[in-house]
């Protein structure tokens, strides 16, 4: 295999960068790489694919006016996928020595059942055209005490708050992460993947009353994040909501209507609505969304968008773990079902295009169709207005998570910051508040979208079947007619 590479290959471009990484630290190059794909396709495999990567973590977490611990970890290793009809088979190793992927290799090879003689094969490596962030280190180079004093600023900042605030703990985390993807049809693409994350948690104590709240945010930039999001303001917020706690009152149980604020209601769209439209789910015919493309699933002012492309945000991807361009996928648009979010599995049986989907953790996980950044566009309507429609009911803010059902859609979410409104205004806030619902009915239930759509600060993780990867999560504000509402309290 001859990679077609130019004489001065452009380093800031995130595929060559993967490749120089791979060739001058494991002498992985062209040759390396062929001789591999041979040996996956051995015994007659349909497609082989190598997945490299190497990893840099760090952290430093605060508690109590001290560091708590700190750490820098490194990982690398390589997986292997052949593919022969619908059956896959994978290895992966830690090890980058040639023996070692070669048996990662023989053995993912072992789906097949005969004996193949694949040709030589010559792949090019694909310059990445237009990314979506930067291909630089993030935080992993700054001194540590640099990182400390921004923990520390945290700090000062929620305590300084309120006078009730008497614990704040914090922390840093910051990933570099490099992939080389080289196929048996002939590419060799690469990317290299920052990540920043920064958590804040307040502890306000007020006569013998606790109320905890954490807050946090980040996405695919460095220390430029700070710029944009300072410290203060994270610490403040979680600060801010851990005091509303103290004078909120036990929440209402019942049905009601339900005003979802724009930005972090985002996550219950996700898990919700966005898991159900995952390609492997309706292939296998276990999500309620099987067999519905077409067809109304939600009210007409509902439209859904998965996209990898927006720039700097948790969830963004230049590539997929297949090698595959991200993209901007629409899958619901005015209530009608348009399609799935597609790996190339999936995206076989369904006669369509991959739609840049297929994700894993890491190296030793295979690749699954799953959520970029996934949000609801913006409708007509003034947020004031839609509050002032309702003469009961509940304004949620902000959520810990949920839990779904994908082949029903039930769902239950946890709210963290959620107000009364009464008689069209917002009034006390509320706690203990929990969202119980199925994810269609409620999309059929839209009764009123905002026009200010905001995408959720990065903070955002996605678990399926065991694996973890970062998204981000949008919305406006939406009015759903009716919502049970977990509480205390009888509505």
Known sequence: MEANCPLE?????????????????YAIDSTVMSSLLSVALQRGGDFAELFFEHRTNSAISWEDQQVKSASRTMSQGLGVRVVKGDAIGYAYTESLELDAMKRAAETAARIGTGRGQPGPIDATPQLAGVTYYSAEDPLSDLPA??????????????????????????????????????RSDGRIVGDVQPLVRMNVSALSDRDGSRQVARTGGGGRFGIDYFDRVSPEELARDAARQAVLQQDAIEAPAGTL?????????????????????????????????TNRIGQPVASELVTVVDDGTIAGSRGSINIDDEGNPTGRNTLIEGGILRGYLQDEISSRQFGVAPS????????????????????????????????????????????????????NG??????????????????????NVTLIGNGPDALSKVT???????????????GKDGQSVPVGVGMPT??????????????
């Not at 995130?14 to 791979?22: D, H, Q």
């Not at 700090?155 to 990933?175: C, F, K, N, P």
């Not at 039930?410 to 706690?431: H, N």
């Not at 979208?449 to 993780?461: A, T």
């Open 448 to 462: 009123m979208v905002g026009n200010d759509y905001q995408l959720s600060d990065g903070r955002w993780m996605c």
């Open 478 to 491: 939406v009015l759903v007619s009716g919502i049970t509402v977990g509480g205390t309290k009888v509505a």
């Open 410 to 431: 039930d769902f239950v979410f946890s709210v963290t910051e959620a107000y009364m409104i009464e008689g069209g205004r917002i009034t006390a806030p509320v706690r």
């Open 145 to 182: 005490a640099a990182k400390v004093a921004l923990l520390e600023r945290t700090d000062h900042a929620a305590r300084g708050y309120d006078q009730s605030i008497t614990r704040v703990d914090s922390s840093i985390l910051d990933e570099l992460k490099y992939i080389l993807i080289a």
């Open 356 to 407: 840049g989907s297929g994700r894993r953790e890491t190296f030793k996980h295979y690749v699954m169709p799953r959520m970029t950044n996934t949000f609801m566009l913006p409708g007509e309507s003034n947020p004031e207005d839609i509050l002032r429609s309702v003469d009961r009911g509940i304004y949620c803010v902000s959520y810990s998570g949920g839990q779904v059902n994908i082949s």
């Open 9 to 25: 290959p452009p380093v800031s471009d995130p595929t060559f960068a993967s490749l120089e990484l791979f060739s001058a630290r």
């Open 257 to 289: 209507p339900v005003v979802l604020a724009a930005g972090d209601s985002g996550v219950l769209l996700h898990e919700a609505v966005g898991h159900g439209l995952e390609a492997d789910f309706n292939r296998k015919g276990t999500s309620n969304y």
